[in-house]
């Protein structure tokens, strides 16, 4: 398949792990930390940001590709697990874009040390509980059922169907694996850490970039604003007729600002 | 054998098209009339009384939370009042879902009512259903984690003299010496109920644990027999019945008529694919609940929401796989609402037009005392289980029925059934010490069930 040259799969050893990293193109490193589901696969964004960065995309461990580590027992954890990570790869500070659970986790990274980011990115985030609306239960949804959740428009959104390589057995028992480790890492507080706006007010000089979609059913706008009141200086930009992945349902906008974010 | 009763003790009143629309699991609680509630568990606990007058060697009770489908939320509190109102039957707990809280207070709990029964307690330990993790937000991808250190504790809590200090991967206590410790010592037996996962089975063969399979279809329930055996057998232990239970739907009445009048209304209260109203998939599969082979049937079916499910898994007898006993576990619970609506005529109808099928496969066995009796039979020589439990009364069945039903079965079945106990030497968990049987020299160890009673049953009357 030609779009599969433009990655490949690397194991990194790390503290006894054998995390699996996925990398392809070019520039300026750039840390992407996937969502709650899983990797969803190597999309158009990817390869558009892979023109200027070489995208480096570790799959979370026990997401049922990289194996299961015991002692992360929440998402303060796993950003700490990724600091060792950053630091032995010497990749610090490196360009962050975190997704939904993801973007939880590159928060974590820098309310602990900002200073291992040079810009960072975070789009329909977790992590924080938003003062209006509630954060979408995942787990009273079937796999199916979430995706569906997750965009505005699935009948009508480029890519859905590319996600996870399509829905069926295989995309749905790794989907299972990606839920139970988030179960494990998220399920109660439910997808938040109550203390991550207090701890988000010690940056003073990290570039951050908010993406959100205005219709996300996820992780609700308010959010969003929550994030930007507790990040000096953040940008939050809301995405029209968009819900939870504007990475794909509002490709061309999103490749625009978080292009013109890191360049 | 041990010869005991059970009932879900069902909210009889819950309100079937909700019900069928969202499931037991999800009918919200303002369809519960508490004057309706304070009658019902009154009644059964007379039940239970009765029961013990009637001859039953023990009572069995469950739990399950946020449904209609089962009253005891909290069963240990009916457990209390029957070890005060009964003398002689065992209180038998099928079981505390161990993930749900602190096991110290379990231990505690229990423990009072072996002391208060004067040990009478058979203390039984479940997982808890996949709607239970979300009931009492128990994190269900440690389900198995916590049941295992929990069990732990609690046996350690009930024989090891305090004070200690537990710091254990999901428990911690910095002062352990509960008081009062069970009358039975070392400890009450445990007794472990299930569907058939075959996960729970290893770890009962590990334990030495008699393992309780609920109403399970004869087939895989056989194979999960042989999956426990061949554990036990890597031990050094040859299974026989006393490392099994069984419990069996039976109803009895004057005539056949009435009794399948009285059966049908089980097929609303769990028998046959009436158990998928239990809960919706998402509540009755919850992420990090499932095994890695019932994970796998799960992705088959929920990934295409367009295919039909078989009706009943297990129509055709024959032999079965682990992969398959895992795979029965699924579909029974998964049965309705693989589309996004459900039409609750046709699901009503599809429910309780399964009552042949569910008597066909035995699934439930009615009739008159005389038509029942070789069934029973049957079952016994199949599964040859040691602990035999009668489970009767689920879904809106009337006190009157209720009653007349168990008289019945007590005065004109039990006794044959104690005879065939007897005959196939069926010994109880009393009768014969679980895992103290000697492994036969260098031979493979020998099988407690066997489906060939059954499917000479099957061959002699077609379906």
């Known amino acids: ?263 | 054998m041990h010869l005991a009763y059970f009932t879900e003790r069902p909210y009889r009143y819950a309100p079937q098209d909700r019900v069928i629309e969202k499931g037991f699991f999800g009918t919200p609680n303002s369809f519960f009339d508490p004057a309706k509630g304070h009658e019902l568990y009154h009644e059964y606990i007379d039940e239970k009384i009765l029961c013990e007058e009637l001859g039953f060697d023990g009572v069995a009770l469950n739990e399950h939370h946020d449904t209609p489908f089962t009253m005891g939320a909290v069963m240990d509190v009916e457990a209390s009042i029957l070890a005060r109102v009964t003398k002689k039957v065992k209180i038998i707990l099928i079981g505390n879902p161990l993930p749900l809280g602190g096991p110290l207070r379990l231990a505690e709990e229990l423990a009072m009512i072996d002391v208060i029964s004067g040990g009478r307690l058979v203390a039984g330990w479940v997982r808890g259903a996949g709607s239970e993790q979300f009931a009492h937000n128990a994190n269900p991808a440690y389900n198995r984690e916590y049941f295992n250190e929990a069990h732990d504790f609690i046996v350690k809590a009930w024989t090891q003299p305090g004070p200690w200090r537990y710091e254990g991967r999901h428990f911690h206590y910095r002062f352990v010496d509960p008081w009062p410790v069970p009358m039975q010592k070392p400890h009450p037996q445990m007794w472990i109920p299930g569907l058939l996962s075959p996960e729970t089975a290893l770890w009962c063969a590990e334990k030495r644990y008699p393992y309780i399979a609920l109403a399970t279809f004869l087939e895989p329930t056989v194979e999960l027999w042989n999956i426990y055996r061949d554990r036990a057998a890597e031990l050094g232990y040859q299974v026989g019945p006393e490392n099994f239970g069984y419990m069996q739907k039976v109803y009895v009445a004057e005539t056949e008529e009435k009794a399948q009048e009285i059966a049908k209304f089980d097929m609303f209260g769990g028998a046959g694919s009436g158990y998928s109203l239990f809960a919706q998939p998402a509540y009755n599969f919850p992420p990090g609940y499932n095994s890695k082979l019932a994970t796998r049937r799960i992705a088959t079916q929920f990934s295409d929401p367009n295919k039909k499910r078989s009706s009943s898994p297990f129509q055709a007898a024959g032999e079965t796989s682990r992969a398959e006993v895992s795979a029965a576990q699924v579909d029974h619970r998964s049965r309705f609402w693989q589309e996004a609506t459900v039409d609750i005529e046709q699901t009503r109808k599809a429910i309780f037009g399964q009552l042949p099928d569910v008597l066909n496969s035995f699934g439930i066995i009615c009739g008159t005392p005389k038509s029942v009796i070789p069934k029973i039979r049957v079952v016994l020589e199949t599964l040859r289980p040691g602990i035999f439990i009668i489970w009767q009364n689920d879904g809106p069945i009337t006190r009157k029925d209720r009653e007349n039903n168990l008289k019945l079965l007590a005065a004109e079945v039990m006794p044959a059934v104690r005879e065939m106990g007897k005959e196939l030497d069926l010994k109880s968990p009393y009768e014969a010490k679980p895992g103290a049987r000697p492994l036969a020299h260098a031979g493979k160890p020998e099988s407690v069930g066997s489906l060939e009673p059954w499917k000479a049953w099957r061959q002699a009357h077609p379906y």
């Open chain 1, 1 to 263: 398949m030609a779009e599969k040259a433009q990655w490949h799969q690397e194991t990194v050893n790390l503290d006894g792990a054998e995390l699996q990293v996925i990398k392809g193109g070019a520039g300026r490193p750039l840390l992407v930390l996937h969502e709650e589901m899983g990797h969803p696969g190597w999309l158009k964004w990817h390869t558009e940001l892979a023109r200027e960065h070489s995208l480096i995309i570790p799959l979370h461990p026990g997401f049922g590709v990289s194996p299961r580590i015991d002692w992360i027992w929440n998402v303060r954890d796993l950003a700490g697990f990724y600091a060792r990570f950053l630091r032995q790869q010497k990749l610090n500070p490196i360009d962050v874009i975190g997704f939904s659970l993801g973007g939880w986790v590159a928060a974590e990274m820098a309310a602990n040390n900002q200073e291992q980011f040079r810009r960072m990115v975070l789009v329909g985030a977790a992590g924080v509980r938003p003062p209006q609306g509630e954060i979408l239960d995942i787990f009273q949804l079937m796999a199916p059922a979430e995706l569906a959740a997750s965009v505005l428009d699935p009948e009508n959104t480029p890519e859905f169907d590319q996600l996870y390589g399509g829905i069926g057995p295989a995309a749905f028992e790794l989907w299972e694996e990606a839920r139970a480790a988030t179960a494990r890492l998220a399920w109660v507080p439910y997808m938040h850490n109550p203390s991550l706006p207090h701890l988000l007010r010690v940056i003073d000089s990290l570039p951050t970039l908010l993406v959100w979609g205005r219709e996300d059913r996820v992780v609700p706008l308010s959010a969003g604003e929550a994030y930007q009141q507790a990040i000096a200086g953040s940008r939050l930009v809301v995405l029209d007729q968009c819900g939870h992945r504007p990475e794909i349902e509002q490709n061309a906008a999103f490749v625009r600002e978080v292009k013109g974010f890191l360049s």
